[in-house]
């Protein structure tokens, strides 16, 4: 299965808009935004666990990266609610679950195979740091080998420098409606720019909350 599998192009989803696809374990669904291979890909993806329901337990060889968008995503090795951060390193396995149900942005297979750390960040509670403009806040998320992730606050009426980002850069918008010179996203869009892509990021009266990884869209 492929989907937007050309890393060289931009791709655009409003997940909000897109239907939920069935997937091998009863419970749980997915909404692909790209994907390189069957069950065993590199992949980024929406998956919704309805209540009480269980995946098999499975390991990963290349890593998975979580991020709780809704509800409370469970392991045997804790409990996370929404606004978790999880990085599950090359090697891991686990046997998740979920009581209440929950929504994940999930990346898989997409490790430097020696960044082994497994990472638990509670979004709510982690600080925030002054970004480079007024009106930007960050937290970081992860870094390893020029590969970046955080989440970064917007306030309303905030504009960023024209840049370029050489290994690419990739966007889930949380809260509000993030803007470039290319479109509006509203919450729920997820974008990916391919390598040395360029923009004027800014907001509107609306402000917006993000996910952003970046320096990943070398291959």
Known sequence: MNVNPDFSLKAVIDTQAVSWEASPVPGISRKPLDRIGDEVARASTIVRYEANSVFTSHAHGAGEEILVLEGVFADENGIYPAGTYLRNPPGSHHAPFSNEGCTLFVKLRQFHPEDLATIRINTKTADWYPGMVPGLSVMPLHE?????????????????????????????????????????????????????????????????????KTGHLDC
């Open 144 to 212: 390893f080998d020029g590969v970046g992730c955080a989440l970064v606050r917007w306030a309303p009426n905030t504009i960023f420098n024209p840049h370029v980002h050489p290994g690419g850069e990739e966007i889930l918008v949380l809260e509000g409606i993030f803007h470039d010179e290319h479109g509006s996203y509203c919450s729920g869009t997820w974008i990916r720019s391919p390598r040395y892509s360029r923009h004027a990021p800014f907001t509107k009266s609306e402000g917006a909350l993000i996910f952003v």
